[in-house]
């Protein structure tokens, strides 16, 4: 079978495998049939972010189950399922807690797609076949009507903006949302932006300085400014920065009110000094660090069915599976590719 794989940075290329086989039998063995870019994905293709080569590319996608063990139950063969990015058995106290991101069963940030910074040799998404292990606890079937290239990123992205506006829209119905958008977390922001609108805060706001990002997020129903994210806009219950970089997370803790929960969903390359006297004083909550997704893709899919929240909005380029490594290298904000 071919599987993509990525040597480093503008460098990637179809390799010929041999298939995975089924070694388990709560295994289970899926055709990917659309796969997204993790917003890391340009950073690592333009050298950005140090993730050296060679390793079997992709993380984000959903798949048509193909075999499943004889301890699988959950899912057959022909259901269209969403993968997660991170491998979690369902069974250690981490996942029980809803922890699955750090899943005890297997090396820390085990994850598909991510070579030597996700555990152990997991291979990609970005494959004619992929080994799922513990396919009960991870694979979460698509409800029927639902596109699979609109849910493509529900593996990962999709999750990291939920996780950044729903706990906290659930304890304070109808906050405001400010999200403070940017490159380094494009569409996570500019997912946080839509489901915020969907779980109904009273006001949501997307900050930023991109034309094409603003227009994604205006066309959820969100209150757009054009600014950089330093831009004073007031004080929100609920903050999400973004737009990466120091002077963007300092601004969006400074824009957090009282009793407020501000998250970063951008990975800070170095130490950056936060306001601490300021965050105690208001009584900040302050929160970052990698999404737990598995819990919460039925909770999105269910969004998605229910037509509350269409995530393709975000999507700036849809291609087929064989124009993929064309597509990649051209760098669109949000890529999905599709196989028949």
Not at 199 to 224: C, H, N, Q, W
Request: proline share 9%.
């Amino acid at each position: 079978m071919q599987r993509l794989m990525l040597d480093g940075p503008g460098a990637l290329r179809w390799e010929e495998c041999p298939e995975p086989v089924l070694d388990s039998p709560d295994q289970a063995l899926v055709r990917p049939i659309a796969l997204a870019t993790c917003d890391i994905d340009p950073a690592v293709l333009q050298g950005r972010f140090p993730l050296p080569g060679p390793y079997a590319f992709g993380h984000e996608g959903v798949a048509e189950v193909v075999t499943v063990g004889e301890h699988v139950g959950t899912v057959r063969p022909g259901d269209i399922v969403v993968v997660p990015f991170q491998i979690s058995c369902g069974a250690c106290a981490s996942c029980l807690r809803g922890r699955t991101g750090n899943c005890t069963s297997h090396p820390l940030m085990s994850t598909f797609g991510l070579g030597p910074m996700g555990g152990l040799n997991w291979g990609g998404l970005w494959a004619e076949l992929a080994l799922i292990p513990h396919a009960d606890a991870m694979l979460v079937p698509v409800p029927a009507g639902v596109d699979p290239a609109a849910v493509a990123s529900a593996s990962d992205n999709i999750p990291d903006g939920y996780r950044a506006v729903a706990p906290q829209l659930a304890a304070d119905p109808g906050a405001e949302v400010l999200v403070l958008g940017g490159p380094a977390a494009s569409s996570i922001g500019l997912y946080a932006t839509g489901l915020a609108v969907a779980l109904g805060a009273s006001r949501t706001v997307y900050l930023d300085t991109d034309p094409e990002r603003l227009a994604i997020a205006a066309k959820f129903g969100a209150e757009v400014i054009e600014g950089k994210p330093d831009t004073r806009v007031g004080r929100f219950p609920v903050t999400v920065e973004a737009a990466g970089g120091a002077k963007a997370l300092i601004a969006a803790v400074n824009a957090t009110a009282n009793d407020g929960w501000c998250t970063s969903v951008s990975v800070q390359a170095k130490d950056v000094a936060l306001p601490m006297l300021g965050m105690y004083s208001r009584c900040c909550t302050f929160h970052t660090g990698r999404a737990h997704v598995r819990p919460a893709i039925p909770e999105i899919l269910d969004l998605v069915a229910s037509g509350r929240f269409d995530p393709s909005i975000v999507t700036t380029s849809v291609v087929p599976w064989s124009d993929s490594i064309d597509a990649l290298l051209e760098g669109p904000t949000k890529l999905v590719a599709v196989r028949a």
